[in-house]
């Protein structure tokens, strides 16, 4: 049995033939490329080299080239195993470098045990058999010629079975950088080349957003310029090139190998709908000088494909960073019409800054139009002991001079820029922007974001910048109008209380004898209601409906509101329908007409012989019941022309009494728990 050695770049390749040559006997040692398999060949001795051709660092060629510059291993028998080139190119390649087979991957393992075993009795210095005409036999050139023809038809059909293949997988890939590794792998592949070198042009700039490399142990290198070299003038060729050259510096095409040299080049710019978006080099043709017009066509189409397989991938990463911008304003929308707490709406929006603008910090600065500063509102990401003191004078520096122009001013790369506002907030920014909050016509501050790093500041981003500064200056107005409204409505109250209180006071100048009584009655009716358990809404209604209790006294003439005497049963019937005459005059007003219970309803009796409309038991509103108990307290305990006042005992003993009849039992049980009194509950 034989020592072979297995060089191949694809573990999957190299554990199949380690497994298969195994079972059969063989001892086998595997290499990932030819570098790693010279260097496992100082210790172990094969009979059979099995080598794929593509491979990083150093190819199958180069490879089989080293070998035979040995005189010890010069009589190594080889076999070239591969996926990647046309049989015929296979095979000059194979007779360039003293390989004596060649099969195509995959092969069935009969044909490459066939294979192995033929070429361990095969003397190492043995060319691949050629086949020799010695006279013009036409049925034998015709044989060779369809011969010929059958294997390129073959190949072709190998080729658009890869093509087809590639492009299923393109379609598949989801990340702009996997697929664009992935193309320049599969170029070089297909064709043969020594390195593949692909960019994608970064927009507006003069400069590949990224460039790969394969075949070098660097697959990424970082943004080179265009200023200059072979690839600045591939990239702006805007066509396809095939060229040779005499040794040209690897560095010149973007390969970080210093001692590569570059003899011929195949470049192909990636084009979509009509723009070129990226390049594609493939660099130094295995086995031949240069590149041939079919690659060239092979190359064209994976490009193509690729291109339109990055299209893809752009329009759907668009699609869902538009999805997640939508996202945010709505998240910005919840809490403008969620909360009238403007704090809690502005960390609202620096979140999303922050999340969907990919930046470490975010502020947010309200224009002060006393003091002419932009002051610090809300912060995310930044040192707040420095943030939240800091000042900015509006039209100076970038903040003030965004909020004064209107317009997002910044930058994305402190490097490259002449404004000296890199230093904010004890830090320095390697990017920072402004954009200006405005409302209906009004500047109200300044949105800021800041970056540790350079950023990639798109169109689109900074369109999202200015969406999300919108939403801020929406949700500042609305809660500045807000502010205003509830300012506004506290002076309406205030002056709507001053109005009634100014009807009272009138109403108790007419009646001197009950002067003092609407204020007490007020007092203690909202102590009581506010024992009973209601809200303080209602308990607002209560003290309004308290102090318009009497309001439609107004109605009842001078003659019997103030006689002294007691008044005749016509007179009685008058007097009766000042309740009316209080609901008739405040129903219209919508601001009082929730206070309407008391006026109303604080003469009709538990037992329903009340009036004006003879309501009973819980039919008459709670207001109204918890008020009649506090009525008759102050107007017993108060002297009237027609009587002295009552001891409070007594007062206290006659409202028991008419608990169950006239007032309701709790109302009156929840009277006598008010702390001032709680003395009277027992009689004392």
């Not at 180069?62 to 996926?83: G, K």
Request: hydrophobic share 45%.
């Amino acid at each position: 049995m034989a020592n072979v050695l297995v060089v191949d770049d694809r573990g999957v390749d190299r554990l199949f033939l380690q497994t298969l040559l195994g079972y059969s006997g063989h001892h086998v040692e595997t290499a990932g490329d030819g570098d790693e398999a010279l260097r496992l060949m100082a210790d172990f001795k094969p009979d059979l080299v099995i080598t794929d051709i593509v491979m990083p660092t150093m190819d199958g060629l180069e490879f089989v080239n080293h070998l035979r510059s040995r005189a010890e291993l010069a009589s190594v028998a080889v076999m070239f195993y591969t996926a990647s080139f046309l049989l015929s190119e296979a095979e000059r390649l194979a007779a360039s470098g003293h390989v004596q087979c060649v099969l195509a991957k995959p092969a069935e393992p009969d044909a490459i045990l066939r294979a192995v075993e033929t070429m361990l009795g095969t003397p190492a210095t043995a060319r691949p058999p050629t086949s020799t005409i010695d006279s013009p036999d036409h049925n034998a050139i015709l044989s060779v010629t369809l011969h010929r023809t059958q294997r390129e038809l073959e190949s072709i059909s190998q080729r658009l079975a890869v093509l087809v293949d590639l492009g299923r997988e393109f379609a598949t890939i989801t990340e702009p950088d996997t697929l664009i590794e992935r193309l320049c792998s599969a170029a070089r592949s297909v064709v043969g080349a020594r390195f593949a070198v692909a960019g994608m042009f970064e927009p507006g700039h003069e400069r590949f957003s990224r460039l790969f490399v394969v075949g070098v142990p660097v697959k990424t290198q970082a943004q080179p310029p265009l200023a200059g070299g072979f690839l600045a003038e591939l990239a702006r060729a805007g066509r396809i090139v095939r060229k040779r050259f005499d040794n040209a510096p690897a560095r010149e095409f973007g390969l970080d190998v210093s001692s590569a040299k570059v003899t011929s080049v195949l470049a192909v710019p990636i084009v979509v709908t009509g723009r070129t978006i990226g390049l594609l080099c493939l660099l130094n043709k295995l086995g031949a000088d240069e590149f041939s017009d079919d690659e060239s066509r092979v190359v064209e189409t994976l490009a193509a494909q690729a291109a339109v397989a990055h299209e893809n991938i752009r329009l759907m990463l668009e699609t869902e960073r538009r999805l997640e911008f939508v996202t945010a304003l709505r998240a910005i929308d919840v809490a403008i019409t969620g909360s009238l707490d403007i704090r809690l709406t502005l960390d609202v929006v620096l979140d999303q800054v922050v999340t969907h603008l990919g930046v470490d910090g975010a502020s947010i600065l309200l224009y002060n139009r006393g003091s002419n500063m932009l002051e610090t509102a809300a912060v995310r990401g930044v040192r707040a002991e420095a943030a939240l003191s800091r000042a900015v004078r509006y039209g100076e520096g970038i903040a003030g001079a965004a909020a004064h122009e209107r317009r997002v001013l910044g930058f994305s790369n402190v490097d490259e820029t002449t404004v000296d506002d890199g230093n904010v907030l004890g830090e320095r920014w390697s990017a920072y922007y402004a954009a200006p909050l405005v409302s209906k016509g009004r500047s109200l501050g300044v949105l800021e974001v800041f970056n540790r790093t350079p950023l990639q500041a798109t169109q689109e981003w900074k369109r999202f910048l200015e969406a999300l500064a919108g939403q801020a200056a929406i949700a500042i107005d609305e809660a500045e109008l807000f502010s205003d409204l509830q300012r506004a409505n506290a002076d309406l109250v205030a002056a709507y209380d001053s109005t009634l209180e100014g009807w009272i006071h009138a109403l108790d100048l007419r009646d001197k004898e009950t002067l003092g009584h609407t204020q007490r009655v007020t007092e203690t009716t909202v102590a009581l209601a506010k024992l009973a358990g209601l809200s303080i809404d209602e308990l607002v209604h209560v003290r309004r409906g308290s102090l318009l209790h009497d309001i439609g006294k107004l109605g009842v003439p001078d003659s019997i509101l103030l006689k002294p005497s007691k008044l005749t049963e016509g007179e009685w019937k008058v007097m009766k329908r000042h309740p009316t005459f209080a609901f008739e005059w405040l129903r219209p007003i919508a601001y009082l007409r929730p206070a309407i219970d008391i006026p109303y309803c604080h003469h009709e009796k538990w037992d329903g012989t009340g009036y004006p409309r003879g309501l009973k038991g819980e039919s008459i509103p709670l207001p109204a019941r918890l008020f009649a108990v506090v009525d008759i307290w102050d107007a017993l305990t108060s002297d009237r022309p027609y009587r002295a006042a009552w001891a409070p005992a007594k007062v206290a003993k006659h409202i028991k009494e008419l608990a169950g009849n006239h007032l309701e039992v709790d109302a009156v049980d929840l009277f006598f728990k008010l702390p001032k009194f709680a003395q009277l509950e027992d009689g004392g």
